[in-house]
C-alpha cells in the first residue's frame, strides 16, 4: 500500500528545518511531498538544496489549509494520503500501524495516530490526542483533552477504537474517499476543515479510527497561536458553518440557536478577561453566519445520522460536574 506523506507550508522553514529530519528518517517507505502555499521566505529553496528526494508542490497563492491540501494534493496519487503538519515529530515505526490497520479493515477510511505534546511529551497535545467526537452542540473534544485540560499519557489510550473526528495535525485518508468526498471545505480556510470532512464522511457511511500504536508530537500554535483573535474567529465561525452543513435536519434549528447562546456566554466571558477583540471576533463569527447561512444550507449532504455526538452535553460535564477527564464523561 503506497502511502504520501504531504506538508502543507506557508513561510515555514524553521519548522521544517527542525521536523522534516524526523519524517525523512523514519517514513523510508513513504513519498514525501512539501506542498507549499506560496511562501515568501527560503522554505522551496531549503527542501530543494537539502532534500532533493522530497517532491515539491507549489501552489499559487497562500489558500490555507482547506484549499491548500485540495490544490496540492490534485497531484498524488498514492493510496493513502498522510497530511502532516509542519510542527509534527514522528516516530520510529509511525507508519506501519496505520497501513496495517487501512490494509485488514478495508472499510476504514480515515484514521489518526496518537498525538502528544511536543514540548510536553508525557502530556496529550490539544488537536487530537486519543482521537476526536463531538457532544449534542458540537464542541469538540479528545479522549485526553477536554476544553483546556490535557491528561497525561499513561497508557490509557493505547487501544484502537471508532472515533468521530481525526485531527488534521496528522491525518490519514484513503485518496478514493477523500476526492469522492471533495476533500475539505475551501470556505473554511483553516480550523475544523478536517471535522466538517470527518463528518461528511461519516453521513456517507465511512468508518474513522484511533491507533494508539502510532505516536506523533506536535508543537500546536506555530502557525496562528492561540491568542490571536483570528483563530478565535475562524474557530467560532467554523463550528457554525460545520453544524449548519452536517446537523440533521430535525435537529438543525434547536442546536444551533443553544450553541449560539452559549457563544454568546463565551463572548461575554472573553470580555470580562480583559479580551475585547476576541468577543469581537465571536461576534463577527455570528455575523458570518447570517450572511452566508444560504451558502452553506446549499451545501448540506443528503443524508445526516441523527446519534453523532458522544454525549449530550460536555459544557454541563466539564463545567457543572467538574468532569475534567474523559473518563469522567
Not at 528518517?25 to 538544496?49: C, G, H, L
Not at 491548500?68 to 516516530?91: C, K, P, R
Request: glycine share 6%; hydrophobic share 40%.
Amino acid at each position: 500500500m503506497k502511502v504520501a506523506v504531504v506538508i502543507l507550508n506557508w513561510n515555514g522553514v524553521k519548522l521544517l528545518e527542525q521536523f522534516l529530519p524526523s519524517i525523512i528518517k523514519y517514513s523510508p517507505e513513504a513519498t514525501i511531498y512539501v506542498a507549499d502555499n506560496a511562501s515568501t521566505d527560503s522554505s522551496v529553496e531549503y527542501v530543494k538544496n537539502e532534500f532533493p528526494q522530497i517532491k515539491i508542490i507549489q501552489n499559487q497563492g497562500n489558500f490555507g489549509f482547506a484549499k491548500g491540501y485540495n490544490e496540492a494534493l490534485q497531484f498524488v496519487e498514492e493510496e493513502i494520503y498522510a497530511l502532516v503538519n509542519s510542527d509534527i515529530e514522528v516516530t520510529e515505526n509511525w507508519l506501519e500501524p496505520i497501513t496495517t490497520l487501512f490494509e485488514s479493515e478495508p472499510e476504514t477510511a480515515i484514521i489518526q495516530p496518537k498525538i502528544l505534546d511536543f514540548k510536553n511529551k508525557e502530556y496529550f497535545e490539544y488537536a487530537g490526542a486519543g482521537g476526536g467526537f463531538i457532544d449534542k452542540y458540537a464542541f469538540p473534544f479528545c479522549r485526553g483533552r477536554i476544553f483546556d485540560t490535557l491528561e497525561k499519557d499513561n497508557g490509557q489510550y493505547n487501544d484502537t477504537i471508532s472515533i468521530f473526528w481525526a485531527s488534521g495535525a496528522c491525518f490519514f485518508i484513503r485518496k478514493e474517499v477523500y476526492r469522492n468526498l471533495n476533500g475539505f471545505d475551501p470556505d473554511f480556510f483553516a480550523h475544523q476543515e478536517e471535522i466538517d470532512l470527518c463528518w461528511r464522511a461519516i453521513n456517507n457511511n465511512h468508518i474513522i479510527k484511533y491507533c494508539g500504536q502510532s505516536t506523533v508530537y506536535h508543537v500546536g500554535g506555530a502557525t496562528l497561536d492561540s491568542g490571536n483573535p483570528k483563530k478565535t474567529f475562524l474557530n467560532f465561525r467554523n463550528s457554525l458553518w460545520m453544524m449548519v452543513k452536517n446537523l440533521p435536519a430535525n435537529k438543525l434549528a434547536p442546536i444551533l440557536f443553544i450553541r449560539m447562546i452559549f457563544d454568546g456566554i463565551a463572548g461575554v466571558r472573553f470580555l470580562l478577561q480583559g479580551k475585547p477583540k476576541h468577543f469581537l471576533a465571536v461576534l463577527k463569527s455570528h455575523f458570518y453566519l447570517y450572511f452566508h447561512i444560504a451558502k452553506f444550507l446549499k451545501k448540506r449532504a443528503l443524508v445526516q445520522k441523527e446519534k453523532y455526538y458522544k454525549i449530550n452535553s460536555i459544557v454541563y460535564r466539564y463545567f457543572i460536574k467538574n468532569g475534567r477527564v474523559f473518563a469522567d464523561l
